[in-house]
C-alpha cells in the first residue's frame, strides 16, 4: 500500500489519540467523513495500523521503578532461546522484551513497584531462568519522550 501525505495525517492523528470519532478525525485532517473512515479501515486492513491501546499512568498503578534490563544467553539453540521467551512472555512486569544485536541478546523493559519489588523480580522469575548467562540492569529515573 502505498502511503501519501492524507495518510500520514491520520496516522500521526491516531497515534496522539486513539479515540478520536471518524468525525473529529475528518475534520482534523481535513477530509470529508466518508474518504477518511475508508482510509483508515484500508490502512488498518494493510496492517499500518495494527491496533489500539490506553496509555497508563504507571506510577498511578503504584508502579515507580522503570528497569531496562540486559540479559546474555549461555547458549543460542532452539531449545534455549524458546525456553526463555516463554518465560519472559509470561512474566507480567516485563512490558517490552527486544531481541538485540551487538554484546546482549535481548533488552528488557520492566516496571516495579519500588526496589524491593525489582529485586524480588530478579531473584525470584528471572534468575531462576535456565539459559540466561548474564543479567545486566539500568534504572530510569526520567522519561524525555514517548511516542
Known amino acids: 500500500m502505498k502511503i501519501d501525505s492524507i495518510d500520514r495525517q491520520i496516522i500521526t492523528a491516531l497515534q496522539a489519540n486513539g479515540r478520536l470519532t471518524n468525525q473529529d478525525l475528518s475534520a482534523q485532517i481535513g477530509l470529508s467523513p466518508s474518504p477518511c473512515l475508508r482510509r483508515v479501515r484500508l490502512l488498518e486492513e494493510a496492517g499500518i495500523i495494527s491496533g489500539y491501546t490506553a496509555t497508563v499512568d504507571q506510577r498511578a498503578l503504584g508502579l515507580s521503578v522503570t528497569a531496562f ?8 539453540n532452539d531449545e534455549t532461546v524458546g525456553r526463555v521467551e516463554r518465560k519472559l512472555m509470561a512474566m507480567p512486569e516485563v512490558m517490552d522484551c527486544w531481541l ?10 520492566v516496571l516495579a513497584a519500588d526496589l524491593e519489588a525489582y529485586e524480588g523480580f530478579v531473584r525470584g522469575k528471572l534468575q531462576r ?3 540466561i548467562a548474564a543479567i545486566d540492569t539500568s534504572f530510569a529515573y526520567g522519561r524525555v519522550k514517548q511516542a
Open 100 to 109: 538485540m544485536t551487538g554484546q546482549w541478546d535481548y533488552q528488557l523493559r
Open 69 to 76: 534490563i540486559r540479559l546474555r544467553l549461555d547458549r543460542h
Open 129 to 131: 531462568v535456565n539459559g
